[in-house]
């Protein structure tokens, strides 16, 4: 793999999406040397994880790498990340406000399985569990291609934009 020393996942407000997909991540990684964070795109003052977030990790013998929400910020992104947006819509305002970013897709995208990682908020514990399902299933695909080097599909990606 090792084009990437560092994944970061992005969602609207970095309180249950995002902060999943890091989790489920750094527990496919654990012996890799990859930084590994998430992040919200409208975040304007720290806010707690969702409570049903960390629940459906909890259940998952997971917890998450902070407590409070993150935002986006410049010098998360460098020429050695890859930007991986909880949907097309969150990926375009990620290419828009940071034009500098070289590597960004949907994760959804990345893992071979467009679409979007819709919201489950004001949903069930079983609508996060459902969220946090799919996002393990996408994660693992994505890190999957990852560590296998493909290169074809970045090439595919870089002739796109």
Do not use: W
Request: with cysteine; aromatic share 6%.
């Amino acid at each position: 793999m090792e084009q990437f020393e560092r994944i970061l996942f992005v969602c609207t407000d970095n309180t249950c999406r995002s902060v999943i997909a890091e989790a489920v991540m750094r527990n496919v990684c654990q012996e890799r040397k990859i930084q590994i964070a998430s992040r919200g795109l409208v975040v304007l003052f720290p806010e707690p994880l969702n409570p049903k977030a960390v629940a459906v990790l909890a259940g998952n013998q997971m917890t998450p790498a902070k407590e409070m929400s993150e935002p986006l910020e410049e010098e998360d992104v460098t020429g050695d990340t890859l930007i991986l947006a909880m949907t097309a819509h969150d990926r375009e305002m990620i290419r828009e406000r940071f034009p500098q970013a070289k590597y960004v897709y949907t994760l959804g995208d990345y893992a071979g399985k467009p679409g979007d990682v819709e919201v489950p908020h004001g949903g069930s514990l079983a609508d996060y569990g459902a969220c946090c399902e799919y996002i393990d299933l996408l994660v693992k695909l994505a890190a999957e291609r990852l560590f296998r080097g493909d290169q074809s599909f970045q090439k595919e990606r870089e002739e796109e934009i």
